[in-house]
């Protein structure tokens, strides 16, 4: 599609990235300290007042043109810096009804008020403290360095994604119409893989979700009189059972499909059989036709199941969420992971083989219902400490991540330090990847001579097609690991008959990277050395870079950053009590891995200080 913008060569945009990021050292502290105050002080969907004023702030005082209450309480910043794309990035900012039982220093102990005015504890279950965090960091890196790119930068803090809604409040506002409209939208989202790994997949790589209200009516009475009663808790119990079959039996083995009974409510007390009882449904699939089959497996069952127990009244159910999968565009999603290929290196970037089932409104923003939706590409950023990733039970990554704590659980827990310095990162080194100029706008550097980064250098401009794979029934072309996703013919060069630039480096799944290997990798011997460790040198220098040996070896115990979080991690004098529950491993800290400098540990505070065991859930 002709307003698609063409990409900066992978090793250009990675070379800017490195430019950007030599201010990062001295930027992040403050992203490190917006995080923690936005962890202690989560907000729930559509109450995002406090968290909107903070993104609002910063990127007024970064330079941009900034707009609140777009869509309730969303912030959009605007920069523009002469002729070229408009990128757009976006983060949301709301958080989850859930008690935190981490045990961090800065864990919340926020309480509000939930939509039916009952108060619930408040918690960043699901990291979106870091998606902003990152969102207006990038937005201050790229401020600072005008001279490395062109274009229109974008900057979206969107409220109540966990409601599903906060995307299409803010399109109704008028975000296009009265911003622009955005030539390719970027995103990014913690994930459960290891802190500072980026994960990949062109396609389909969220599963669509609705959700569904049921409301069963029947006869109340005493209960020691059951048969003058219809007892709805009954009904109920048997609407549960009975859908869990739905899966099982009504859909194809070959497809993904989720049925879950969320919140089932009914009574007042033991000794009363109700008039009534309340459901909520939720389902996930990877396609429209599954989902509507689950929708009418879930309304054929209620009512069948009340009928069957001799309901007078019909129940009520109504669909009161819907939302369609992720589908990233098959070339953006190549240029942004060939970009991540070549500042990263090619251990610190993987593409999944599959689709998760979780759902984001993230693909509103593409407009895809209309004739030309826009491009996005949206990755996951991992999150898990090192310590617990080892620590977990399972023989590979898979089983791995389905034993650590993750996203909605009152135990996630991210490594701050490497998760927000790889987010930050991402998410910029993504945006140069349009806005970057081929040619440099300010006499940077040529890109040093010899590999960028261990393993194969990236290779030529792939030939994918416009339209998604997914959208024509085609392969997904990284579903296997083992085989090109550009299909070439076996024994054919990567860069035969294709420019030299854009390429996508041979797709490596979770089981070829070094990172998730079931110990951490010595640094490599090999002097090639991504670009990001190349920075690092250049900004370190000697004496820092001795540090860092030091920390790798093991030999300091206090961080080298400039930053002293002391006062913002522990201001109330508090040590948290650590949480009662039983997942492996500890929820955060210990030793920093051995590997590259975006590894480093975190800084100094009360948690550092904390004996081990303080640590352990």
């Known amino acids: 599609m002709e307003t698609v913008p063409h990409a900066v060569d992978p090793d250009r945009a990675a070379q800017h990235g490195s430019v950007v990021m030599r201010l990062l050292d001295e930027l992040f502290p403050l992203v490190e300290g917006f995080y923690v105050d936005l962890h202690k002080n989560p907000e729930l969907s559509h109450a995002e007042q406090r968290t909107a004023s903070g993104v609002a702030e910063w990127l007024t005082r970064t330079g941009y043109e900034v707009h609140k209450g777009v869509g309730g309480t969303g912030v959009v910043g605007i920069l523009r810096n002469g002729p070229g794309p408009t990128v757009m990035l976006r983060a949301d900012m709301d958080a989850l009804p859930l008690q935190e039982k981490t045990g961090l220093p800065y864990a919340s102990t926020s309480r509000a008020l939930d939509p039916d005015g009952v108060e619930v504890p408040v918690m960043h279950a699901c990291g979106h403290d870091a998606h902003t965090a990152c969102l207006v960091g990038a937005a201050d890196l790229l401020s600072e360095t005008r001279d490395e790119w062109a274009g229109t930068v974008m900057i979206v803090a969107q409220p109540a994604e966990e409601t599903l809604d906060g995307a299409q409040a803010m399109l109704a506002d008028g975000l296009y119409d009265r911003f ?9 989202h913690l994930g459960p893989q290891p802190a500072g790994l980026i994960s990949h997949r062109a396609g389909i790589i969220l599963g669509a979700s609705r959700a569904y209200r049921v409301r069963v009516y029947g006869e109340g009475g005493h209960a020691s009189q059951p048969h003058t009663t219809v007892d709805p808790v009954v009904i109920a119990a048997n609407i549960v059972t009975r859908l869990q079959g739905v899966v099982s039996r009504e859909i194809s083995p070959s497809e993904m499909a989720v049925l879950t009974v969320g919140k089932l409510q009914a009574g007042t007390k033991a000794n009363i059989i109700p008039d009534e009882a309340y459901l909520e449904i939720n389902t996930r699939a990877l396609n429209d036709s599954v989902a509507d089959q689950l929708e009418a497996s879930i309304e054929r069952i209620v009512r069948a199941e009340a009928a069957a127990s001799g309901a007078t009244r019909e129940p009520d159910v ?12 098959a070339t953006c999603s190549a240029e942004v992971a060939a970009a991540h290929h070549a500042y990263f290196g090619d251990d610190y970037v993987i593409h999944l083989p599959d689709p998760s089932p ?7 923003f593409g407009l895809p219902g209309e004739a030309q939706p826009i491009p996005y590409v949206f990755w996951f950023v991992g999150a898990t400490p090192h310590d617990v990733w080892e620590a977990a039970p399972g023989d590979t990554p898979y089983e791995k991540m389905g034993n650590v704590p993750s996203n909605h ?3 996630f827990a991210p490594a701050r330090e490497p998760t927000l310095r790889a987010g930050l990162a991402a998410i910029t080194v993504a945006a140069l990847s349009y806005l970057g100029s081929d040619s440099g706008r300010s006499g940077a550097p040529a890109a040093p001579e010899g590999a960028s980064f261990p393993g194969p250098a990236p290779t030529g401009d792939p030939v994918v097609p416009d339209d998604d794979p997914f959208a024509r029934g085609g392969a997904d072309p990284f579903a296997d690991p083992l085989s090109d996703p550009f299909g070439r013919p076996p024994g054919q060069s990567a860069t035969a008959g294709r420019p030299a630039h854009t390429g996508l480096p041979e797709p490596n799944d979770a089981y070829d990277s070094a990172f998730l290997a079931s110990s951490w990798p010595d640094p490599p011997q090999d002097p090639a050395k991504s670009t990001y460790d190349a920075d690092m040198d250049a900004v370190m220098g000697a004496q820092d870079e001795e540090l860092r040996d030091e920390w790798r070896s093991g030999k300091v115990e206090e961080s080298t950053l400039s930053a002293d979080m002391a006062s913002i991690l522990d201001d109330d004098g508090v040590t948290q009590a650590p949480p009662q529950g039983p997942p492996a491993g500890p929820s955060y800290g210990g030793p920093p891995p051995r590997g590259s400098a975006h590894n480093a540990p975190p800084p100094p505070g009360p948690d550092d200080d904390l004996p081990d065991a303080e640590y352990r859930l």
């Open 180 to 188: 622009g409209r955005p030539d390719v939208i970027l995103g990014q």
């Open 318 to 329: 109504e669909m009161f969420v819907s939302c369609g999968v992720t589908r990233n565009d």
């Open 358 to 364: 979780g759902t984001e409104d993230f693909n509103y």
């Open 409 to 411: 659980s009152p135990f």
